[in-house]
């Protein structure tokens, strides 16, 4: 599947796994695709630093 949206927007996305390789665009990890192998995104919110509340 992975393959196949990269072929459909090769500028945008990539399964090259070697940062030189792939440049800026978004890599498709096909290898973290079983239990218990979850990434977090760079962009994910995340508590703030003196706020016990988040």
Same mark, same amino acid.
């Given at each position: 599947? &992975? $393959? %196949?949206? /990269?072929? =459909? =927007?090769? =500028? /945008? @996305?990539?399964? $090259? #796994?070697?940062? &030189? /390789?792939?440049?800026? %665009? !978004?890599? @498709?990890?096909?290898?973290?695709? &079983?239990?218990? #192998?979850? &990434? !977090?995104? @760079? =962009? $994910? @919110?995340?508590?703030? *630093? *003196?706020?016990? $509340?988040?």
């Amino acid at each position: 599947m &992975a $393959e %196949r949206l /990269a072929a =459909d =927007d090769p =500028d /945008a @996305l990539t399964v $090259e #796994q070697r940062i &030189a /390789a792939r440049g800026n %665009r !978004i890599f @498709l990890d096909t290898d973290r695709n &079983a239990y218990a #192998q979850t &990434a !977090i995104a @760079l =962009d $994910e @919110l995340r508590p703030g *630093g *003196g706020d016990p $509340e988040g």
